[in-house]
């Protein structure tokens, strides 16, 4: 079975360009999670969804991203504009989400620098 | 809200040999789960070994076994003959067991872990 599925693996873009990240669960599981890794502040939690409904989005840095969840295999991280200090590697991860012992797996991260 | 701290920010360990990376963590619930996950170069996430706060008996993965201690709030792995595969982050998390399973993992800030051979 595939894992999650995210892209792009590497993105370089400019400051003030819209930045999209995207995100693929595993087929059947109805939570999905945002975090976002770097160097200063480790990996950090950004947004979660049950059932494709935002459950917290306090870890969100600003109004300049967003995420969507549209349907149970399809989720986006937006960031518009994007600034130097947002580059970090962003990952996706699911999990069943029936018991809190059930793992949660990850994509692979998508590696943004911002110049 | 609770928190994870690993001490260790770097740990080298010889080839074969048996090494401890430590976690405590904060929290005042009572329910919840522990996770070791290992992050070599590629950047994947991958979840080592995990432990059940209700269980006293320690969990163990092959070469990989934790000390749980619900007491002292401390939660370290253990990874015996060490092989060059091992060299990776370690990232210590909690899960809190409530809402039925949907939350997220909170994580320390890593440990790198270095096999020399």
């Known amino acids: 079975d595939a894992g999650v599925i995210q892209s792009p693996r590497h993105e370089v873009t400019e400051m003030g360009q819209e930045v999209t990240l995207r995100c693929k669960p595993i087929s059947g599981h109805n939570s999905l999670f945002w975090y976002r890794q770097t160097m200063m502040r480790g990996l950090e939690l950004l947004i979660y969804?049950?059932?494709?409904?935002?459950?917290?989005d306090s870890g969100m840095p600003e109004d300049r991203f967003s995420a969507k969840m549209p349907n149970a295999s399809f989720s986006t991280l937006k960031i518009q504009p994007s600034e130097p200090r947002d580059s970090a590697v962003y990952f996706c991860?699911?999990?069943?989400?029936?018991?809190?012992?059930?793992?949660?797996?990850f994509g692979e991260g998508s590696w943004l620098t911002v110049v | 809200a609770q928190t994870v701290t690993q001490s260790q920010p770097e740990m080298s360990v010889q080839e074969a040999e048996t090494v401890t990376l430590s976690c405590t963590y904060d929290t005042s619930e009572s329910d919840y789960y522990l996770f070791w996950y290992k992050q070599p170069p590629s950047r994947q996430m991958i979840l080592v070994i995990r432990q059940e706060a209700y269980k006293q008996q320690n969990a163990t993965e092959n070469r990989f076994s934790v000390n749980f201690q619900k007491a002292a709030k401390s939660f370290s792995l253990k990874i015996s003959d060490s092989q060059l595969g091992d060299a990776a982050m370690y990232f210590c998390?909690?899960?809190?067991?409530?809402?039925?399973?949907?939350?997220?993992?909170?994580f320390g800030k890593g440990t790198r872990l270095s096999v020399i051979a």
């Open positions: 969804f049950n059932n494709n409904v935002p459950i917290d």
């Open positions: 998390a909690y899960r809190t067991d409530k809402n039925s399973g949907n939350t997220p993992l909170v």
């Open positions: 991860a699911s999990s069943l989400g029936t018991h809190s012992g059930n793992t949660i797996y």
